[in-house]
């Protein structure tokens, strides 16, 4: 895989009161490189209603992916198949714990593609929200 990415994320949430228009796709050019097993992509993300950018940071190993996020908003939610984890998000309106259940992971990785499929329950400040999906695609671009 090329240093130049092109990295696509859609979230979609199934619980009562969301639509389809809270569904979320968002698609960036960033950085890869691969050290010790883990695959790292970092990009740029301009925070909706706001001129404020957020780095963000999605580490993937066999069994856990990572998302940290820093900038207007900061979390560092962990994906590990079969556990729950807990993690304090902050925004620009407040803060709130998020619990992730993680029910189900998939990495597939070719010479310059990869796609991530995660699928898990999300908790937020101990009640219940919603199952969500994750699916998130990076591909090679020229490095020119």
């Known amino acids: 895989m090329n240093r130049k990415v ?3 994320v859609c979230g979609l949430h199934s619980a009562e009161g969301y639509d389809e228009d809270d569904n979320i796709e968002v698609i960036s050019i960033g950085s890869y490189y691969k050290r010790n097993g883990k695959h790292y992509i970092k990009y740029e993300e301009l925070c909706e209603n706001s001129s404020t950018v957020n780095s963000n940071l999605i ?3 066999p069994k856990q992916i990572e ?7 900061v979390t ?3 994906f590990r198949l079969g ?3 807990t993690t304090y998000y902050s925004t620009p309106f407040g803060g709130m714990n998020m619990s992730i259940d993680t029910y189900d992971l998939n990495v597939s990785e070719d010479e310059d593609f990869m796609s991530v499929d995660i699928r898990y329950g999300l908790e937020v400040n101990l009640d ?3 199952e969500c999906n994750v699916h998130i695609e990076i591909e090679s671009l ?3």
């Open 83 to 85: 556990e729950k984890n």
């Open 59 to 61: 580490k993937i190993s």
């Open 67 to 73: 998302f940290i996020t820093k900038g207007q908003s």
């Open 76 to 78: 560092h939610m962990v």
């Open 6 to 8: 092109s990295i696509k």
């Open 128 to 130: 219940y929200v919603a």
């Open 142 to 144: 020229d490095d020119k």
